[in-house]
């Protein structure tokens, strides 16, 4: 299966999730259609990194049911660079790919603007904005059909973020996207469908 692979939808219906006596989400019906990127956002502590998880299958609901994740294969960018910091930046995308697709890897860190000598460096010798760049090129090299994006541009200056945008609305393309954003413009970007959570 390629990262292009056919992807499927996914449905949230009456999801409740409780973290000790705060209840987060509280009978969330959510649709993300199959192929389509779907924008969440709403304020903070709303629950949105929660649905986030439940998508991957990092998390399970308290009450309600996931459909449509059983099998898939998933991947995300997470607000955290979640990156094998020993190793360079080529490396850490050569970790997610078949040998055969190494060659790749190259034109992949070109694309999100990380050239030269920053390709080779331990990804805990780069700025923050360089390992941003490595752990979206890494979570969308990656085989997946269902994409979750948790803040993807955090720590991006203002200059990189259309070269980045560009790059992952390519990288989604045919995939079942829910991107987590406080920021209107990044789901226009992405020509996501917007959709509020106000919080249980």
């Known amino acids: 299966m390629?990262?292009?692979a056919v992807s499927r939808g996914v449905e949230l219906r009456g999801v409740v999730r409780r973290f000790g006596e705060q209840t987060?989400?509280?009978g969330l019906d959510l649709t993300l259609e199959a192929g389509t990127a779907t924008a969440l956002m709403g304020p903070n502590a709303s629950g949105k990194t929660t649905v986030g998880r439940l998508v991957l299958g990092l998390d399970s609901p308290d009450g309600g049911v996931v459909e449509g994740v059983a099998g898939a294969r998933r991947t995300a960018v997470f607000q955290e660079d979640r990156l094998c910091a020993h190793l360079s930046a080529t490396e850490n995308l050569r970790l997610v790919l078949d040998k055969a697709e190494w060659p790749r890897v190259e034109a992949?860190?070109?694309a999100v603007g990380l050239r030269g000598a920053a390709r080779d460096k331990p990804v805990r010798d780069l700025s923050g904005g360089q390992r941003r760049r490595v752990a979206i090129a890494r979570a969308l090299?990656?085989?997946?059909?269902?994409?979750v994006l948790d803040e993807p541009l955090t720590g991006v200056d203002a200059a990189s973020k259309k070269t980045l945008l560009a790059y992952?609305?390519?990288r989604i393309a045919g995939r079942t996207t829910l991107l987590i954003t406080h920021d209107r413009a990044e789901a226009r970007a992405l020509g996501a469908r917007v959709v509020r959570l106000r919080g249980a």
Do not use: P
């Not at 090299?141 to 994409?147: H, K, R």
């Open 2 to 4: 390629s990262a292009r």
């Open 24 to 26: 987060v989400l509280d």
């Open 168 to 170: 992952i609305a390519d």
């Open 141 to 147: 090299v990656a085989e997946g059909e269902i994409v």
């Open 108 to 110: 992949e860190l070109r």
